[in-house]
């Protein structure tokens, strides 16, 4: 801890500067495509229902396993399928992908045409998975 104090007084420019792209990370992610909710959080959601979950993992993907009641729309299918989720535009949109690494960019793409609500599932259906939550197969 000792060193770690000395290294941010020795190097005030460096930790400035790492600090100042951290919080713009932190803000442009926030920005991005919603909020980013826990496995917990999601659990409670659908509980209480009114939420729509999308996976948007490819087909392929999908029918590996998927959180009950998801509706999947892959990704790069969004823009052309987003007309399917019109009935939910007053609900709340939750996004679900393989590691969360295409939430973002789909929940801009569903902010951008006028859904007020989007969430992204944090670390996506491998979080899920790692918390040995259940899994629908076909």
Do not use: C
Not at 33 to 46: A, H, N, V
Not at 81 to 101: F, N, P, W, Y
Request: aromatic share 6%; net charge neutral; no cysteine.
């Amino acid at each position: 801890m000792e060193q770690l104090i000395e290294f941010i007084i020795n190097h005030p420019m460096l930790t400035g500067s790492f600090a100042v792209l951290l919080a713009m990370l932190a803000f442009t992610e926030m920005r991005k495509g919603g909020q980013s909710i826990s496995t917990q959080e999601l659990t409670q959601m659908m509980n209480a229902g009114g939420a729509t979950l999308v996976d948007l993992r490819d087909k392929k993907e999908y029918s590996r396993g998927f959180i009950t009641s998801a509706i999947n729309i892959p990704h790069v299918s969004l823009k052309t399928r987003m007309d399917e989720l019109e009935k939910h535009k007053s609900g709340t949109i939750i996004l679900v992908d393989a590691m969360g690494q295409h939430t973002g960019a789909a929940g801009k793409q569903l902010k951008d045409a006028g859904f007020e609500q989007v969430v992204r599932l944090s670390g996506g259906i491998s979080s899920w998975q790692g918390e040995s939550l259940p899994l629908v197969k076909k």
